[in-house]
Structure formats: structure tokens, C-alpha cells
């Protein structure tokens, strides 16, 4: 058998949890906006993106020296911010004057990629062509040492804050008041409507809630990567969305399951076949289940 399905699946399992995990914050962006709207989000990747870049220029702003794992945290603050508040932007600007003239859905999925192309563009204007650092605040060590195999520090963090922060949105979605409107408003938009939801304040939410884990997963990426760049944002955007549909879109718990697995395949595909057919797994996962299970391991679910 070869090294990848023996001595190496140890070190290719524990990066693909990882790889998995920011996959996993990016999918729940997509699965809300669906499970509430019946829509696909595709300018979250440049969601995603915003949080990346958010965290670098936070960062950059300390000198080399100041820098360390509390600054990370802290980085997480204007990151969540700038990318909820992005997601809101996009709303208000690209969807809801389409929602409130009853547009057809193909409406949406054209709004949708030329605002995508719009901030793509717009942050190459801004930040140029070539990639930037992010600057390192954690050093990658070994925390753990399991069958042989370094488990760092790195991976335990992501793979960690992810499962914190999956948990934490379940349980606000079970237990808030505006957890349970989200939920009516996903289930049935006119019932919960006459039952006094305000329908634009939930969608809202909705999407600040997506922006807020995308912001989470940029930082984390950029740890991990170690760089940003005006469409860092789209392959990891595409491979979320196959994540969505690989759990079931529209259900949370699907989002996490999809990350963790597409993470898993593409990693141990990675050392079998080498890094370049990495980015091809996700594609062909993608088709491979639209033909063979269109609604995801969980089912298709409304949140």
C-alpha cells in the first residue's frame, strides 16, 4: 500500500482536520444564507477574504517584536467585525432591492458573482497584484506526539476554535429568542411574518452571523498559510461550498461534517497523488455528489 494509507495517514489526517475546520466556518456563511433565503452567497468568498486581510493589516500595525498568540486573538475582533458588516453590506446592496421587487433567482445568482468580481477587483486596486505577508504571530511547535506522529500547536488550535464555534451558533440558534425567529423565518418566511418577525432584521442577522465565522476562518487560515492576496478568497470558497452541499446545505451540523471530510480526502489525496491534484478533489467531490447524492450526507435542512 502506498506511504499515504500507512506511515504518512496519521500526519495527513490530523492536516486535513485542520484544513477541514476552516472550510467547515466558511461552509455555515453559505448554508445560513440558504437555509433562511434559498439562495447561494457566492460573493462569501470575498467575505472570507476581507477577514483575511482585516487580520493582516491589524497585525502589521504592531512592530515584528510585539506579536504573539493574545495579539492573534485580538486580531479575531476587527477580523469578525469587518467581514459581518461586509456580508451585511452585500445584503442591503446586491440582494435585498432584488428580494423586495420579487426577482427570480437567476437575479440573485447574477448579483451574487458581479458583486463577488466587484470586491475582488476593487481590493486588487487597492492592495495590488502580489501576495502579502501575514504576519506570524504563533510559532508552529509540536504539541503532541501520537504514534510518531507531531501534532502542532497550529492545527490543534483551528481544528479546536472551529468545533467552539460550531457548538456556540447551535446553541444560540436552540436557545435565543433571535435564534428561534431565524429558525420560524427559515421554515416558513409569511408565517413568520404574521407572527411578528421582522423578516429583514432576521436576514440581516443572518448574514452578520456568516460574516462573523468567515472572519474567524481568515484568521486562522492566515495563520496557518502565512499570506493574503486579492482572490486568496476563491479556491477556499468553492471548496466550502462543496463542503455545504457534501453535509447537506442548509443544515449547521452538515456545514461541519462536509469542511471535516472535504479536508480529510484532499489532504490524503494530496501525498498519494501529489499537491497539485489537491484543488481537483474538491471539484471532483463536488460532482460526484450532485450526481449521486444531491442533498448531502445530512439532507437538505433549513438551519
Known sequence: MPSCLTSELP????????????????????????????????????????????????LGAFPPHTLGPL????????????????????????????????????????????????????????????PEEFPATI?????????????????????????????????FIRRTKTGRALRAVAQDAEAAALMGVNIDRIIMVTFFIGGLLAGVAGVLFGMNFGRTQWNIGF???????????LGGIGSIRGALVGGLV????????????????????AFVLLVGVLMLRPTGIFGEKTV
Open 71 to 130: 495579539l492573534l486573538v485580538t486580531a479575531v475582533i476587527p477580523a469578525m467585525l469587518t467581514s459581518g458588516i461586509l456580508a451585511v453590506s452585500i445584503e442591503r446592496v446586491a440582494y435585498r432591492p432584488l428580494r423586495k421587487r420579487g426577482a427570480p433567482r437567476l437575479a440573485y445568482l447574477i448579483s451574487a458573482i458581479g458583486m463577488s468580481l466587484f470586491l475582488q477587483y476593487t481590493t486588487q486596486v487597492w492592495r495590488g497584484v502580489n
Open 235 to 245: 479556491i477556499p470558497g468553492i471548496k466550502a461550498f462543496t463542503a455545504a452541499v
Open 11 to 58: 500526519f495527513r489526517i490530523v492536516g486535513g482536520l485542520s484544513s477541514g475546520g476552516v472550510y467547515a466556518l466558511i461552509a455555515i456563511g453559505y448554508t445560513l444564507v440558504y437555509g433562511v433565503l434559498q439562495l447561494i452567497n457566492f460573493a462569501h468568498s470575498e467575505v472570507f477574504m476581507s477577514g483575511i486581510l482585516a487580520g493582516a493589516l491589524f
Open 262 to 281: 472535504l479536508g480529510l480526502m484532499e489532504n490524503v489525496s494530496a501525498g498519494c497523488f501529489g499537491t497539485q491534484w489537491r484543488d481537483v478533489v
Open 139 to 171: 510559532k508552529p511547535t509540536a504539541w503532541l506526539h501520537v504514534g510518531g506522529v507531531s501534532v502542532f500547536n497550529t492545527d490543534v488550535i483551528i481544528i479546536v476554535t472551529s468545533l467552539a464555534m460550531v457548538f456556540a451558533l447551535e446553541t
